[in-house]
């Protein structure tokens, strides 16, 4: 597994994908970040590169990132949609 920058990861991942599907990327970011947090890291996990901490601090710097766009795209799909049709 390779890592990329949370920049790329918001441009090639993440970009143009509706509301909902960044929801749920949202949650398997939220997943991985508990099983590390609440200690779930079996042994062959912490033999592989990137280390799982790494992977942690990524996916803490991803979900940050998607959590703007997912304002973003929240803003653009529902409210100013919801506006255009007053």
């Not at 143009?16 to 590390?36: H, N, Q, S, T, V």
């Not at 996990?45 to 998607?66: C, F, H, R, T």
């Amino acid at each position: 597994m390779s890592m990329i920058s949370p920049e790329t990861f918001i441009e090639f991942e993440c970009k143009g994908k509706p509301y909902k599907e960044l929801l749920k990327m949202r949650d398997e970011l939220l997943e991985g970040i508990y099983a590390f947090e609440s200690g779930n890291i079996s042994p062959e996990a912490k033999m592989i590169n990137p280390s799982p901490e790494v992977i942690y601090q990524m996916n803490l710097e991803y979900l940050g990132d998607l959590c703007k766009l997912i304002s973003d795209t929240y803003n653009s799909e529902i409210v100013w949609k919801d506006e255009e049709e007053v």
